[in-house]
């Protein structure tokens, strides 16, 4: 089967055209995607001897699809971040139970893949293959720029320091590879999770303005064309990393940092320049449909992967909808996971909230659930169905929503955080209540502990897209008023063990202590 997928390959979309082995031991996604599972020793195809431009174009997109299938691997992204101390529960799938609870020293496969970062370093490996070696296509072919070169190394740059950051919040010490390597992976030590995020910030922040507002577009002020790679801005938008990605990112790594300071400034840069990259705050209406904010790709994704059905994206796995949807809206019984009819009322407690709301006479309305009062509400917030068509048939259950990292809602509510934070009340509860009343809410209670209305807020309008257990993290290292969750965050019981995997492989590497 695999030597079937590989020979049909390229015959997937274009955003899917990898040069670059992904780090994998099983399949990862069906359909045109599961070209990315490929020999894990091999990090770059051999053949790219970076000869012209189309050589550039292919392993950049080579590098944004393998970080894409890192990301949809197994979902972990909402695993790691939507699980752990969620507000999910899991039906009769005791693997994702372990990890609800904290049990990541299961044995369970599920949980052993997830533990092997593999996967990040074989996009790090990517981009500094890129790095090292595409500047040489400009002195061989003339469509290849030299500042067409420094932006795609721009972008090389943002990923790399995107990996690391998303390394360093799972894993805390991790290995730095500043060059690309052949052949096996290196033995090198972990630096300690402080060096590794301000590396991660050196990196985007060398290069932040050097990156353009928008791909494709003659009205860009950093490089204005026509076309970028042969496309134009509908092709780019929020398929690459533009000047607010950087930011986005940049703001958040300060904040896992605890630098709040650069949080906010990085935040309200992205808020108060998101016009020059076509971004803007989304209604809930717009956020929820099937063929609206989480369909296709826009640049009011700030940092996204799509997967365009136009493109022959789509697939079952690497998809929220894998595990969250069920019948009516999929062929599918039962979820594997959904957030109980209890808890469901416990996040959203006011009146006139359009995501979730009780009437006075008892009737429900939600944008964000289907089925409540059954035994399994399904968390329907995202349900991007093949094409995005409303209401379309389940019977082939392919998956076409994007993996979003950050949009603006949820880069203002992190300047509202960073914002109480230094002390400047006031401009943190515009924020916080900016976001509350394009949900149908009233402005948050002036007697109320701000700082919690704001973790309340991100829980609520985040819900599903991968923050819960970071957002906790950073909540609880705020307020320090749990004796348990102290314990986790001093002896680093917040991060995930290293599979063992990858320590028999590198000699230099040493389990966190917390998971020995």
Avoid at 49 to 77: E, F, H, P
Avoid at 288 to 304: E, R
């Amino acid at each position: 089967m695999m030597k079937t997928i590989k020979q049909n390959a390229w015959k997937c979309s274009k955003l899917s055209m990898l040069l670059i082995a992904l780090a994998a031991a099983s399949p990862l996604l069906s359909g045109c995607s599961s070209m990315l599972d490929v020999d894990s020793r091999h990090i770059v195809n051999e053949e790219n001897k970076w000869k012209d431009i189309n050589d550039a174009r292919s392993s950049l997109m080579g590098v944004y699809g393998l970080l894409r299938t890192a990301l949809a691997q197994d979902n972990g992204y909402w695993v790691y971040g939507e699980l752990r101390s969620g507000d999910f529960s899991a039906v009769n799938k005791r693997d994702l139970e372990v990890i609800m609870a904290g049990e990541l020293n299961s044995s369970y496969p599920l949980v052993q893949r997830l533990s092997n970062w593999r996967k990040f370093y074989a996009v790090i490996n990517a981009a500094n293959l890129f790095i090292e070696n595409s500047s040489s296509i400009v002195s061989l072919d003339a469509q290849y720029t030299a500042l067409n070169n420094k932006i795609d190394i721009a972008q090389m740059r943002v990923i790399k320091g995107f990996c690391y950051y998303l390394l360093a919040r799972t894993w805390g010490d991790v290995p730095i590879w500043d060059k690309s390597y052949e052949g096996n992976f290196p033995n090198i030590k972990a630096s300690p999770e402080k060096e590794v995020l301000a590396y991660a910030e050196n990196q985007i922040k060398s290069i932040k303005d050097e990156l353009p507002f928008i791909y494709g577009s003659e009205t860009d002020p950093i490089f204005p064309t026509l076309n970028y790679h042969g496309s134009n801005r509908d092709q780019w938008n929020g398929v690459l990393f533009n000047r607010l990605s950087a930011n986005t990112i940049l703001a958040h790594i300060a904040a896992w940092s605890g630098n709040y300071l650069e949080a906010s400034v990085y935040a309200d840069y992205v808020i108060t320049n998101a016009s020059k990259s076509g971004a803007s705050f989304n209604l809930s209406s717009n956020i929820t449909n099937a063929n609206g904010f989480f369909y296709n790709s826009s640049n009011s994704q700030l940092v996204a992967f799509p997967f365009k059905w136009t493109e022959g994206e789509a697939s079952y796995e690497g998809h929220l909808e894998q595990l969250t949807l069920a019948s009516p809206l999929v062929s599918k019984a039962t979820p594997d996971i959904y957030i109980p009819n209890d808890h469901i009322t416990q996040i959203f407690t006011e009146d006139n909230d359009v995501r979730y709301n009780i009437a006075k006479d008892g009737s429900i309305a939600s944008t964000y659930f289907s089925n409540i009062g059954g035994q399994y509400p399904i968390f329907s917030k995202i349900k991007v169905i093949r094409e995005g068509v409303s209401g379309a048939d389940g019977s082939l259950p392919l998956f076409s929503s994007a993996i979003v990292f950050s949009r603006l809602e949820e880069i203002a509510l992190l300047r509202a955080e960073a914002l109480v934070v230094l002390g400047q009340q006031d401009l943190a509860k515009g924020l916080l209540d900016q976001v509350r009343k394009s949900r149908g809410l009233n402005d948050s209670p002036s007697d109320a502990d701000l700082l919690d209305e704001i973790f309340a807020e991100r829980r609520r309008e985040l819900l599903g897209e991968g923050w819960r257990w970071y957002d906790l993290v950073r909540y609880k290292k705020l307020k320090r008023n749990d004796v348990e969750f102290n314990k986790l965050i001093d002896g680093k019981g917040i991060f995930w063990p290293i599979a063992q995997e990858v320590l028999n492989n590198n000699s230099q590497l040493n389990q966190n202590s917390f998971w020995k």
